[in-house]
């Protein structure tokens, strides 16, 4: 069976014309896919790399079990818990994040997701300034001037480029790559950087003296130093100049810009960069998202609890404080008594202290395949790969909501995350609860 | 489920029913005659109207949540912890979902329309739309900036364009069309703006005038439920009303194929605006109630400010621009390809800034000087004017000369210099009130079994513990406003959802859209045209454009047989 118009449910990227092929259920072709998005179509037909058993710890060990036992356990550790912690997410289906909340809720929990560790601090911007931006086909269609900052999309999306960015032809843009121009800001000549036209190589973590060079000169100020940031002056001026004199420019920026020092006060420069920069022509920005649906979570959170991560609901109501209710802070406060662990690998991810308390705690993890956090779980629950083996609602980095296809069946017995939460929510309620479910979002 | 509501004093004016004392029989989900056997409810001493009709709010979808996403100090006001029935709920200009549905309901209303659905992210909108509870509900969708409409109106296709309107309403799963600043959203993709209703359009050849009655003739052609919905260009601009009444005459473009106007044209307090600097910033709104009052085929709703911080959010990005650098406040955008430019950007309206008083007073004046209520609907263009929790005030507003007077000696004395609502002594009635909150509504966007109470109708109803025999609301305005803020009795489909005040059931309504087809040929050339387009300028395939059925809560097709050929 030939499937066309596939989603990738791997990168924020979110390509949506995959070709894929199935016969007898497993993957025999992946047309148009990268590198790493083939790859996981590809993986899924690996089940002995896969999660196919729920498993509960006894004794020490992790053993088999039935299903009903594996989420009985689960319940019961959520349940008794105080303050459990709900973390992951970002490689999930917007249904399954809808129900994550509601259990969250229901709970009392923190709920948060790998945002606060990749763009938190851009959201954290956000609040400050806003956010200019557009859909990435605007781009494709309009952008003469195109800009990477801290990020290298050859190697974390590498179809961004061909897709949107650099090398297709746009409405406005009928040549393509020679209509634009590619400048790319890091603190190493990446692979990005190669084929760039202009490379700027900026002093590590100086970006927010560069962004204030560039400022300066969009508003007309004068650039008295030599160099900033390790930029010459000429440098600076002669960017700041294609900048202002662009028909549409971009800035794409990465982890590079949002996990180097400065943080949330880098973005929230650029934000005012490129408000500065739309005084003289149209200038947006894009955050570099990597997970394919982590912008579906703070989508679905903003919307249901008016907050696009770490929330706490202990107090019956959402209550949002980066710094206080993000995974990690309420780790290593050792705050939180159980934690729920969902598509995500914390353990391998997560400061030391975070992780020594994740150890100490019960701990529930759902995931498509073992990792470092299942090992340590003391309640193991296979699900199945959305964009694969089930359906789904994902966010595109810009926004774009799509929905995720299903072309082959999960292995037997395993769930996807949305029903795994649906039937968690059922057994923490319990049989007595008066709350009249709305609709359940099965899709 | 078989309810009476008895002894109530009831205001339905489309059927011409003005406070009669009567009882309201309801039989699964419907209006009925008559009913054996019913839960008897008693209404005596208390006002019944059918259910509230929302038709312009921003309630759901993308830019409702950047603005959620980008405030969050608007959400650690209006805090509602979860309750055995509700979840928890927050926010004020920006309600989340579960929110919305809770507050609409404990108002009276029943139905709800999102004001400006991009298609391309329709399914976000609908997402949202989907876990908003109480409502039955549905999207206007925005065409005004569309590439495939602008070009198929630029060569004279109005069929085609046509064939395309309807493709979209059935991919997005949208309501009516929606045209918003036509002309201006395609030039804010280059910074840019357009200022007249000539100034044409970069790159397509075509002026907003030409959209306009290009989509006029479109929607009557096609026979839509709604006519086309119209923000006119140069929203919030000092002198804007010429640019107003200039597309007033763009309604005449083609004879209504329904019982309805051709053109709404949507918060028009924003563009009823003179002078020619802020400092002589002035109403017009008497010119443009003048030319409501003498045309048939176009009604407007308000979109009034109320005092306080709120958030602005349209699907025109040159004007939210154009405010944020007048407020230095935080700014967000979102040009969407091929589509539109929806922005957005908090604002705060005081009662000692003149602009801000001036906009007030100009609300009222249009609800007061257009004579047929059902000319003149009333909206906040939540929230750009206001929350739309705000109602109340503004029905205790329109019933009493004497509250707008207290109000007045709050405000800035521009309002009295610059408007004449000082000078205006009419007062609603509970008929007028009925009729500029759910009947005109309905009338408007074709809904025939809303907005109404005789047998047939949906069985929506809100009931109000008010006396009309009793309370003079000229006098007792704040009586009024407390009690329109909580219904006695929230019922929709036949179901009691607001008891006292107090939210005791959470339902899912559900999503009208508008499933109009097209001679097939036609659909074959449309559809060899967005194959082309789709593969070359947009940034998704065709195939999964289209907004999937699931998504809806109870979804609700309008069919409509449009002999487009
Ligand atoms: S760029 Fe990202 S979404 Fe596209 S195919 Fe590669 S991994 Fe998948
Ligand atoms: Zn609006």
């Known amino acids: 069976m030939r499937y066309t118009d596939v989603i990738c449910s791997f990168c924020g990227t979110l390509c949506d014309d995959i070709e894929v092929v199935v016969e007898d259920n497993r993957i025999v072709d992946v047309k148009h896919a990268c590198r790493i998005g083939t790859a996981k179509f590809l993986s899924s037909n690996e089940l002995e790399h896969r999660l196919l058993k729920p498993m509960v710890r006894k004794n020490g060990k992790l053993v088999e079990t039935s299903l009903d036992e594996a989420l009985d356990r689960a319940a019961g550790i959520l349940k008794s818990a105080i303050k459990p912690l709900l973390y992951g997410w970002s490689s999930t289906s917007c249904e399954a994040q809808s129900a994550g909340i509601e259990l969250a809720e229901e709970l009392g929990g923190v709920i948060d997701a790998t945002v606060t560790v990749c763009h938190g601090p851009s959201v954290l911007a956000v609040h400050d300034a806003g956010y200019p931006g557009c859909t990435l086909g605007e781009v494709k269609n309009r952008a003469d001037l195109v800009i990477y900052w801290g990020s290298n999309p050859m190697h974390g999306h590498p179809r961004h480029l061909s897709r949107y960015s650099i090398f297709p032809r746009g409405y406005f843009r009928e040549r393509g790559q020679s209509d634009r121009e590619l400048v790319v800001v890091d603190v190493r000549k990446t692979d990005t950087a190669k084929i760039a036209n202009r490379f700027i190589k900026v002093n590590y973590g100086e970006d927010y003296e560069l962004i204030s060079a560039l400022r300066k000169v969009v508003n007309g100020g004068e650039l008295r130093e030599e160099s900033v940031a390790g930029v010459p002056r000429k440098e600076i001026i002669e960017l700041a100049e294609k900048m202002m004199n662009c028909q549409f420019g971009v800035l794409f920026f990465g982890m590079g810009l949002t996990q180097s020092y400065g943080r949330h006060r880098n973005i929230d420069n650029a934000i005012c960069l490129v408000r500065d920069l739309n005084v003289h022509t149209k200038f947006v920005m894009q955050p570099m998202r990597g997970h394919y649906n982590v912008v579906g979570f703070s989508e679905v959170l903003g919307w249901q609890a008016g907050f696009p991560y770490a929330v706490d609901f202990g107090r019956g109501f959402a209550w949002y404080n980066p710094g206080e209710t993000t995974a990690n802070d309420v780790l290593q406060r050792g705050e939180c008594d159980a934690a729920l662990v969902i598509a995500s690998d914390p353990v391998s991810h997560f400061p030391r202290k975070s992780v020594e308390h994740l150890a100490k705690i019960p701990l529930v993890a759902i995931d498509i395949h073992p990792t470092p956090t299942t090992q340590i779980a003391d309640v193991v629950i296979p699900s199945a790969i959305a964009g694969i083996e089930v359906e789904g609602t994902a966010y595109r980095m810009d926004s774009v909501p799509l929905r995720l296809r299903k072309i082959k069946e999960p292995p037997e017995g395993v769930l996807s995350d949305e029903e795994i939460m649906r039937r968690l929510l059922a057994r923490v309620r319990g049989a007595e609860s008066g709350v009249q479910e709305l609709e359940v979002r099965a899709r | ?565």
């Open chain 2, 1 to 565: 489920m078989k309810l009476i509501l008895k002894n109530g004093f009831v205001y339905d004016p489309i059927n011409g029913i003005n406070g009669e004392r009567m009882d309201i029989c309801i039989q699964d989900g419907k209006i009925v005659e008559d009913v054996e056997n019913g839960r008897i409810i008693d209404c005596s001493g208390k006002l019944i109207m059918p259910g509230g009709v929302e038709i312009h709010s921003h309630i759901a979808g993308g830019k409702v949540n950047t603005g959620r996403i980008m405030r969050p100090e608007d959400h650690i006001k209006n805090v509602f912890p979860k309750t055995g029935v509700t979840r928890a709920a927050n926010g004020y200009s920006t309600p989340s979902t579960f929110l919305t549905g809770y507050l609409y309901s404990k108002l009276g209303y029943t139905c709800a329309f999102t004001a400006a659905m991009p298609p391309l992210m329709a399914r976000h909108t609908h997402e949202e739309l989907h876990d908003i509870p109480m409502l039955d509900k549905g999207a206007l969708t925005l065409m005004g900036n569309n590439w495939f409409v602008m070009r198929y109106l630029k060569r004279g296709d109005v069929e085609l364009a046509a064939a395309f309107a309807a493709w979209l309403l059935r991919a997005a799963k949208g309501y009516a069309i929606k045209v918003v600043n036509p002309g201006g959203g395609e030039a804010w993709g280059w910074g840019r703006d357009v200022r007249s209703l000539d100034d044409p359009v970069p790159h397509f050849d075509i002026t907003p005038r030409e959209i306009i009655s290009g989509l006029v003739k479109v929607n009557e052609m096609l026979s839509l439920p709604h006519s086309i919905h119209l923000h006119a260009n140069n929203l919030g601009r000092v002198g804007n009303y010429v640019t107003t009444l200039e597309t007033m005459e763009l309604a005449d473009g083609a004879k209504p194929a329904r019982e309805r106007q051709t053109v709404q044209l949507t918060h028009v307090q924003f563009h009823s605006y003179g002078g020619d600097s802020w400092r002589t910033f002035a109403s017009e709104a008497e010119s443009i109630a003048k030319a409501v009052n003498s045309k048939d085929n176009v009604i407007v709703d308000i979109g009034q400010v109320v005092f306080g911080d709120t958030t602005t959010m349209t699907a025109d990005g040159p004007m939210e621009y154009y405010l944020s650098s007048l407020t230095g406040l935080k700014w967000s955008n979102r040009n969407i390809e091929l589509e539109t430019s929806p922005g957005v950007t908090p604002f705060i309206y005081s009662k000692h800034s003149p602009v801000s008083s001036v906009q007030w007073a100009v609300g009222l004046e249009l609800a007061l000087h257009i004579k047929d209520p059902f000319n003149v609907l009333l909206t906040t263009d939540h929230p750009n004017g206001a929350p739309f929790f705000k109602y109340p005030t503004i029905i205790a507003w329109l019933m009493s000369a004497k509250y707008r007077e207290e109000t007045m000696k709050e405000v800035h004395r521009a309002a009295q210099r610059n408007t004449t609502l000082a000078t205006i002594d009419r007062e609603y009635d509970f008929y007028e009130i009925a009729t500029v909150t759910r009947a005109g509504q309905a009338k408007s966007l074709g809904l025939e079994e809303k907005g109404h109470l005789g047998p047939g109708a949906d069985a929506d109803v809100a009931v109000y513990d008010i006396n009309p025999e009793e309370v003079d609301p000229g006098r007792d305005y704040r009586l009024i406003e407390e009690k329109f803020a909580r219904t006695s009795y929230t019922i929709k489909s036949g179901e009691v959802l607001v008891k006292d005040g107090e939210i005791v059931r959470v339902v899912n309504g559900r999503t009208l859209y508008v499933d109009a087809q097209v001679d097939e040929s036609l659909e074959r050339e449309l559809m060899r045209d967005l194959d082309y387009y789709f593969k070359r300028f947009y940034s998704v395939n065709l195939a999964n454009y289209p907004v999937q059925e699931v998504y809806l809560t109870n979804p609700t097709p309008i069919k409509v047989e449009t002999g487009v050929r």
